[in-house]
C-alpha cells in the first residue's frame, strides 16, 4: 500500500533559524497537502500541491512539490516561536479520495 | 458556523464495551474521514466517506463500522473496544478532493 515518510522526526532550532522537512512517497501522488498541530490541538490545513514541480508560498512558508509527485518539503524561513507544532504531509492516491498522512516533524523553537 | 464538532471530547471504555463517537459538520462537505492519532505516530486513516451512502475502508478499519446516512453525520462506531484502541480520534471533512481538511477537536479514547 502507498507509505508517505517524513525526516526528520524532531527538528530543534533557534528562533530566526531557517526548517526544512521533506516528504517523501513510496508511489505517485495525485496530490499533496501540509498540515501544523500545535501541542494538544487539532491538525490545520495549510496548503494543497497538485502540479509537479509546483511551488507555493505563504509569507515565510515555501512549499514545493517534486517533479516526480513522489516528494514535497516545507520550508520556514527565520522561525518564530509561533511555529512550534508538528508539520505532516498528506499524499492523496490517483483517486485524491485517500490521504495517507506521514508520521510528521515536530518542530521546537528556542528563544 | 460550527465547522466540524466531535462528541464526546473524552471517554474511557472497558474492554469489550461498545460505543459510538459521533461527529457531525454544517459544511455541506462531501468527504469525511476518520483517522485516529497515536503518540509519535501520524494520522491513520481508519474510514472515509465521499458522499452519503458511500463509505470506504482506510490503513486500520479493523474493529470499527461506520455509516453516512446523511451528508452532515459521519459517526464511528467501536464494536467491542480493547486496549490497542485507546487513541485520539480525529473526524475530517472536505468539500471535495482538491480542498484541505477540517478537522474536529477530536475525541481521547481510554480502553482499559
Known amino acids: 500500500g502507498q507509505q508517505v515518510m517524513q525526516i526528520p522526526q524532531y527538528q530543534h532550532v533557534q528562533e530566526g533559524e531557517d526548517f526544512t522537512t521533506y516528504c517523501n512517497s513510496s508511489?505517485?501522488?495525485?496530490?499533496i497537502q501540509w498540515y501544523k498541530q500545535r501541542p494538544g490541538g487539532h491538525p490545520v490545513f495549510l496548503i494543497q500541491?497538485?502540479?509537479?514541480?509546483e511551488v507555493k508560498k505563504q509569507k515565510r512558508l515555501t512549499f514545493q512539490f517534486g517533479e516526480a509527485k513522489k516528494n514535497s518539503s516545507l520550508h520556514i524561513t527565520a522561525t518564530q516561536t509561533t511555529d512550534v507544532g508538528t508539520y505532516f504531509c498528506?499524499?492523496?492516491?490517483?483517486?485524491?479520495?485517500?490521504?495517507?498522512f506521514g508520521p510528521g516533524t515536530r518542530l521546537s523553537v528556542l528563544p | 458556523n460550527a465547522g466540524v464538532t466531535q462528541t464526546p471530547k473524552f471517554q474511557v471504555l472497558k474492554t469489550g464495551q461498545s460505543m459510538t463517537l459521533q461527529c457531525a459538520q454544517d459544511?455541506?462537505?462531501?468527504?469525511m474521514s476518520w483517522y485516529r492519532q497515536d503518540p509519535g505516530m501520524g494520522l491513520r486513516l481508519i474510514h472515509y466517506?465521499?458522499?452519503?451512502?458511500?463509505?470506504d475502508q482506510g490503513e486500520v478499519p479493523n474493529g470499527y463500522n461506520v455509516s453516512r446516512s446523511t451528508t452532515e453525520d459521519f459517526p464511528l462506531r467501536l464494536l467491542s473496544a480493547a486496549p490497542s484502541q485507546t487513541s485520539v480520534y480525529f473526524c475530517?471533512?472536505?468539500?471535495?478532493?482538491?480542498?484541505?481538511?477540517?478537522f474536529g477537536s477530536g475525541t481521547r479514547l481510554t480502553v482499559v
Open positions: 498528506a499524499g492523496a492516491d490517483n483517486y485524491g479520495q485517500n490521504f495517507v
Open positions: 475530517a471533512s472536505s468539500p471535495g478532493q482538491t480542498y484541505g481538511y477540517t
Open positions: 466517506s465521499v458522499g452519503a451512502g458511500i463509505t
Open positions: 459544511m455541506n462537505h462531501e468527504y
Open positions: 500541491l497538485v502540479k509537479s514541480g
Open positions: 508511489t505517485t501522488l495525485s496530490n
